[in-house]
């Protein structure tokens, strides 16, 4: 509620002033930049596992740009579980990298919004 003849904020309930909201607005923008970095790498390995899958064209520049994002993402992940087949251990490695960077990235947004 605003205060027609000042135009500060005050509270509804008590009537007091309240205090500025900045920290908690800067606070939201660097949660939901985290939520949008984290939705992107999990975007770029899912569809990398897509691609791998599906056997999309390897000469291809959108695959090719795909793979190398997938693969700087996915760094430690390559490896962890070693199948037979080369489309599953794609799926299988480079989906925990996706499952982490979802969990880690919602955790952490999530403890920026409560820490506001």
Do not use: C, Q
Request: aromatic content about 8%; proline content about 4%; cysteine-free.
């Amino acid at each position: 509620m605003t205060d027609s003849t000042t135009g500060t904020d005050r509270d509804p309930r008590t009537g007091r002033r309240r205090a500025p909201r900045a920290p908690g607005r800067a606070a939201g923008a660097v949660a939901t930049a985290v939520s949008v970095v984290t939705t992107i790498a999990v975007a770029i390995l899912a569809i990398h596992i897509l691609f791998v899958v599906f056997e999309a064209n390897t000469g291809n520049e959108i695959v090719r740009w795909f793979a190398d994002g997938a693969g700087w993402l996915a760094w430690r992940f390559e490896d962890v579980f070693r199948p037979d087949d080369p489309k599953i251990a794609v799926a299988v490695n480079y989906g925990l990298a996706a499952l982490v960077y979802l969990v880690v990235g919602r955790l952490i947004a999530a403890l920026v919004r409560r820490l506001a």
